[in-house]
């Protein structure tokens, strides 16, 4: 039996959608193996590798413990399990973003910061004989922000779900959990201390320090890490294609201004260059100004490069 690479991609929720888009951009569309109900898939364009489809939480669970090689999954959940040392968030995927936040009645109008908060839970324990309570599922991440900003008066009360009602049904004054548009927040009375933002959390490519990662299983990472680098490098660049009769004074600077570089020269005067996405039309408008008759700017599919920095980027993570 081949060992396969096992990638966990989240099998509900909001991170499901998402991910799926994101492989299939790379060329490595995630297929079910046997109609939607079954847990296991493969991903198109690279052999070797078994899709495990698991909630965001489990997806943190298993590449702490090395049951799966690659995830998808939110910033939010591994720092939540104090996952950093077993995992390497590879890259940032620019979905899934959302805030874990401190929040407290919107009633406590003199309470806006940790500060306030201190002085609450300070108060509450002489006046009341009990300590604040905080309801949240993030526990870890609760206790490590409250110690930071010096709040230990309080008590934790674990919840599972429907965290922003606990303040109305008596079930705990403080909360902390996500929040992306704010709107439960909002429907439940509640608001955010103004340095109540513990983390800005997005979904995570994240690779697992821990699972078993073979000669075979490494190459196969690398084309897959290939594949999603040349996306994001094709999605964040263009290329621009002129023709210039002759090239202008320090040219190789001015691209450089731009943080464009140059690809090619061909000899009737066709020079392609790379630039990144946001320049590109300000480059072409100076490369008109510059003589040339018309600018192509284009956007490619893929740009690979010698460089793999994601591969690069777990290798050094795993070592030798
Ligand atoms: N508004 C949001 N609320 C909650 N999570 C969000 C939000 N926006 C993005 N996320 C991200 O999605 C992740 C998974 O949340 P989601 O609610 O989709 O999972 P779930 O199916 O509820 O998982 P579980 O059953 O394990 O709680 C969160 O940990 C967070 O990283
Ligand atoms: O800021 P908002 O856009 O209002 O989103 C925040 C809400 O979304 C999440 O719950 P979700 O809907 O995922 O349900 P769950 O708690 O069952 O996971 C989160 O726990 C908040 O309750
Ligand atoms: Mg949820």
């Known amino acids: 039996m081949s060992e396969k ?13 998402n991910a799926n888009a994101f492989f299939a951009r790379a060329g490595l569309a995630v297929q079910q193996a046997r109609g939607a109900r079954d847990y296991r898939g493969v991903l198109g364009g690279v052999d070797n590798v078994e899709v495990a489809f698991l909630s965001a939480s489990e997806i943190v669970r298993n590449l702490a413990s090395g049951a799966v090689h690659f995830g998808i999954t939110g910033e939010d959940l591994v720092v939540e399990a104090e996952a950093q040392d077993k995992v390497e968030l590879l890259t940032k995927l620019g979905f899934g973003h959302a805030n874990v936040v401190v929040a407290v009645p919107q ?11 201190d002085d ?4 509450f324990r002489a006046r009341r004989g009990m300590r604040m309570r905080v309801a949240t599922k993030y526990v870890n991440t609760t206790r490590a922000f409250f110690r930071d900003h010096g709040v230990t008066d ?6 599972l779900g429907a965290t922003e009602g606990a303040p109305a049904a008596g079930l705990a004054e403080v909360i902390v959990d996500i929040t992306s548009t ?8 509640l608001k955010v201390l103004d340095d109540g933002v513990i983390l800005r959390s997005e979904a995570n490519l994240v690779a697992s320090v821990t699972a ?11 084309q897959i890490l290939a594949r999603i680098a040349a996306e ?37 005067g066709r ?13 072409a408008d100076w490369l008109i100004g510059q003589g040339a008759e018309d600018v192509i700017v284009r956007q490619s599919d893929y740009v690979f490069t010698a460089k793999n920095p994601l591969y690069e980027k777990l290798v050094t993570r795993l070592g030798a």
């Open 120 to 123: 609450v839970a300070l108060s």
């Open 5 to 17: 690479l096992v990638l966990a991609v989240p099998s509900k929720g909001r991170l499901q959608e």
């Open 182 to 189: 704010g709107a439960t927040l909002v429907a439940n009375g």
């Open 154 to 159: 309080y008590h934790i009360v674990e919840s």
């Open 212 to 222: 078993p990662w073979s000669p075979d299983l490494r190459e196969t990472a690398r």
């Open 271 to 283: 020079i392609t260059m790379f630039a990144p996405k946001a320049q590109a039309p300000a480059l």
């Open 232 to 268: 994001e490098e094709a999605r964040s660049t263009r290329e621009l294609v002129a023709t210039l009769h002759s090239e202008p004074d320090g040219f190789a600077k001015s691209l450089d201004g731009f943080g464009a570089r140059l690809r090619r020269r061909n000899a009737d």
């Open 107 to 117: 009633a406590w109008i003199d309470v806006r910061d940790m500060d306030d908060l």
